[in-house]
């Protein structure tokens, strides 16, 4: 029989998607599952894939990878979407995507598929990769395919084919988490004009409730990468956990955002990103202090766009590995340390230090010490207006 390799989730969805996959395209599904820091519990999701239908489960623990490959690139690109949402989802696809490729070439399998709907970004992203990564592969898209309108529907589907449904009380939300972020959609935050409800978080507390005290971090980098948090080393899986916490803990990193997606549509989306949050703001903080204006100024630039190609699906492409060239030159001398404020929702740099920094206090300060020469002002002033000398005359 041909076969597919379907990327799963476990969740509702993506378990009819293995029956659908089996009895009306008559495929043998092998499931591909990562864990990016959702938690799984891998036996109970690979006893759900075979209950569901599948041939074979493969699961596999991504998260180092996941940081190392996808996400601190786009840290150090200082990448973010609509200059708010920082990634977490899209950074993820194409690294499951690579997988699914990976599984559906070793397994001899023609078909890849997912359970993204018709009117997102992740099938783009999917979609977009495999056909990078291999284009013989033929991708399906069930949820795009079938006659299920509802959930309700996709549930009676699933009772009447046997697949185990998880019993937990209906969750109003399209949650999509991993160790960088959650992305939170549906339910009533369709309505942009009404606020989060507080039971739509999922790992911060409302800023109300954090501690009435500021804590302070220290944060090292070293080449764009962070290292040290208050001088202790971590790995990077740790280092983000405990930055998801800390920042969790004082209310740092919601975002409520409407956004224009790649298919045209405006969605609203509800983001929690708290080390993501921490991280982006140290690192900028820490890139201020050593990389030179003109740098700096471009690299605004390739953040925006790097943002966008992440966002877009095209992890993939040139475009993406220019970006990221670019992006990691200037990393070479961004190593320091920032000291970071989390109070009540807000996180602020107070402090910077490098043995990179290109801040001279002798030619900054207006105290004693001076050694900018400032007769060579006049001069510069001249000719810098040079262009322009006259213009409203
Ligand atoms: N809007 C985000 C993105 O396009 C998240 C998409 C998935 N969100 C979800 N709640 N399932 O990357």
């Given at each position: 029989m041909a076969k597919v390799v379907l990327a799963y989730s476990g969740g509702l969805d993506t378990s009819v998607c293995v029956k659908w996959l089996q009895e009306e395209k008559g495929l043998d599904v092998i499931t591909f599952s990562a864990e990016?820091?959702?938690?799984?519990?891998q036996d109970e999701l690979k006893n759900k894939a075979l209950r569901s239908g599948a041939k074979k489960a493969y699961i596999e623990d991504l998260r180092e990878s996941f940081l190392k490959d996808w996400v601190f690139p786009a840290l150090m690109a200082g990448a973010s979407y609509e200059g708010k949402y920082l990634l977490a989802t899209a950074l993820g696809r194409p690294l499951i995507a690579k997988k699914v490729t990976e599984i559906a070439e070793k397994v001899g399998a023609q078909f890849v598929a997912h359970g993204c709907?018709?009117?997102?970004?992740d099938q783009v992203r999917f979609e977009l990769a495999f056909s990078a990564l291999n284009p013989s592969l033929e991708a399906i898209a069930p949820l795009r395919e079938w006659?299920?309108?509802t959930r309700s529907d996709e549930v009676d589907y699933a009772k009447e084919h046997n697949i185990p449904v998880s019993a937990?009380?209906?969750?109003?939300y399209s949650i999509d988490r991993n160790i960088w972020g959650v992305s939170i959609e549906c339910g009533e935050l369709e309505d942009p004009w009404k606020e989060v409800p507080e039971?739509?978080?999922?790992?911060?507390?409302?800023p109300q409730d954090a501690p009435d005290e500021p804590l302070y971090l220290e944060i090292y980098f070293e080449s764009g990468v962070p290292k040290k948090i208050n001088g202790k080393e971590y790995g990077i899986v740790e280092l983000v956990e405990q930055l998801n916490k800390l920042g969790g803990e004082n209310g740092v990193g919601r975002v409520d955002l409407v956004e224009n997606r790649v298919v045209g549509i405006k969605s609203r989306e509800v983001y929690e990103a708290p080390a993501a949050t921490i991280l982006h703001i140290s690192h900028r903080e820490l890139e201020n202090l050593i990389l030179d204006r003109e740098t700096a100024h471009f690299k605004e630039l390739v953040s925006q766009k790097f943002g966008e190609v992440v966002y877009y699906g095209m992890w993939y492409s040139p475009l993406r590995e220019a970006l990221d060239a670019f992006t990691r030159k200037t990393q070479e001398k961004v190593t320091g340390t920032v000291r970071i404020k989390l109070y009540r929702g807000v996180c602020e740099a107070v402090g910077r230090k490098s043995p990179?920094?290109?801040?001279d206090l002798s030619l900054a300060?207006?105290?004693?010490?001076?050694?900018?020469?400032?007769?060579l002002a006049k001069g510069f002033i001249k000719l810098w207006g040079l262009p322009f000398r006259g213009y409203k005359k």
């Open positions: 990016l820091g959702q938690g799984l519990n709907t018709g009117k997102g970004n006659s299920l309108k937990t009380k209906e969750n109003p039971k739509a978080y999922q790992l911060t507390v409302n990179n920094s290109l801040y300060t207006y105290e004693e010490g001076d050694k900018f020469d400032r007769t």
